[in-house]
């Protein structure tokens, strides 16, 4: 349960205000609230579970709902991994011939006992190998050039960093921001240390010029403080 969806029409404003390019929803908040979100947000249409008898069905929907791209998850290291990554595949063709954008997620299964890093970096690739247009993944906790570089130099597609769990002050979630964009990163996809924080729309003006202009970190922390 979070207290921030109580009012969803309140959020999307916000990101709107905060000049957010793209959310990642499920079809009944797009269904629900389309005069907020239309011309003003692009719309990624979030698919989950292992659907291999419904792909077509599903990117028709996304089609007529007027989704900009479609995204599902692949969890490595997961029991499921292979029928995951059997239905990014579907998707990833049927997709195509719908001229439908696919992301791909990278996520990792803490379970498995395997090296983060070393499983993400992988999921990076295989997912670009399997077709999507741009990857977005999970990370290590440590917010580090070299690491992040690493895992991105393997990549054969565009690849936007998760925001993972909550982060306990801003000047770590933009030091973050900062430093997967220094990496070579292609942009960002957060969520709860965004829409969880106070002022999601001053967050998200502050990380555009993080992004977009490479302002310094400590005015930017001036600046929303």
Excluded: C
């Excluded at 797009?30 to 579970?49: D, H, M, N, P, Q």
């Excluded at 565009?158 to 900062?178: H, N, T």
């Excluded at 997967?180 to 003006?205: C, D, H, K, T, V």
Aim: no cysteine.
């Amino acid at each position: 349960y979070y207290n921030e969806f109580n009012k969803i029409d309140s959020l999307l404003k916000s990101f709107i205000s905060g000049k957010a390019t793209s959310i990642i929803a499920y079809r009944g908040i797009v269904k629900k609230y389309a005069e907020i979100i239309s011309g003003k947000l692009s719309f990624i249409y979030r698919i989950t579970e292992p659907v291999n008898e419904l792909l077509e069905f599903y990117i028709r929907d996304a089609v007529k709902l007027g989704a900009d791209a479609i995204i599902y998850t692949v969890i490595f290291g997961h029991p499921q991994e292979k029928e995951m990554y059997r239905t990014l595949q579907g998707l990833a063709i049927i997709g195509e011939e719908y001229s439908m954008p696919v992301v791909g997620e990278a996520s990792f299964w803490p379970e498995s006992g395997k090296d983060k890093f070393s499983i993400l970096r992988q999921g990076i690739r295989v997912l670009g190998e399997a077709g999507v247009d741009i990857v977005k993944s999970q990370l290590p906790s440590e917010i580090s050039k070299e690491i992040y570089s690493k895992m991105l130099d393997y990549a054969v597609t565009p690849v936007v960093a998760a925001g993972g769990p909550k982060m306990d002050s801003l000047k770590k979630l933009f030091e973050f921001v900062s430093t997967f964009m220094e990496s070579g990163g292609s942009g960002i996809a957060i969520g709860r240390n965004i829409w969880g924080q106070p002022n999601p729309s001053s967050i998200l003006l502050a990380m555009n010029k993080i992004i977009y202009e490479k302002a310094n970190i400590n005015n930017i922390l001036k600046e929303v403080e």
